[in-house]
């Protein structure tokens, strides 16, 4: 079983999000919508208990307000870091349910775009 944990704490300094700003100088609230990015991604994600995955949910959202950093900066709260530990820990929560509810939220979002869409892979090491 691949860890989860390298999606939470990869530098995410250098990413370029969709409206064109580093990460780093993106605010939170630039991709704010009535449903929050945490539940659009993972709200449906199969992991074994639906507390579960409102916790995956909630830590989502906490730390994508916090993009740098360390665990513990982007989960101040020690209980949030703690409960953050469990679900990583947790046997139903897989690479594959992580992947899978990202993917199926990508799928989605690909089936209602009438225009076309340009995929850019770069296959480089």
């Known amino acids: ?3 989860l944990l390298p999606y939470f704490c990869s530098p995410m300094e250098d990413l370029v999000m969709p ?3 580093k990460a780093a100088d993106c605010e939170a609230a630039d991709f704010e919508t009535d449903l929050s990015l945490g539940q659009s991604l993972f709200g449906h994600a199969q992991l074994g208990d639906k507390r579960r995955t409102a916790r995956l949910v909630q830590i989502f959202d906490l ?3 916090h993009l740098g950093g360390t665990l513990p900066d982007k989960l101040a709260s020690p209980a949030d870091l703690r409960a953050f530990y469990r ?3 947790a046997d139903d929560v897989t690479h594959e ?3 899978g509810a990202m993917r199926q939220h990508t ?3 690909i089936e209602a775009e009438a225009s076309p869409i340009l995929f850019l892979h770069d296959a480089s090491n």
């Open 1 to 3: 079983m691949k860890s």
């Open 87 to 89: 679900l990583c820990d």
């Open 107 to 109: 799928f989605s979002q």
């Open 19 to 21: 409206t064109g700003c």
């Open 97 to 99: 349910a992580f992947i």
């Open 63 to 65: 730390m994508r307000r």
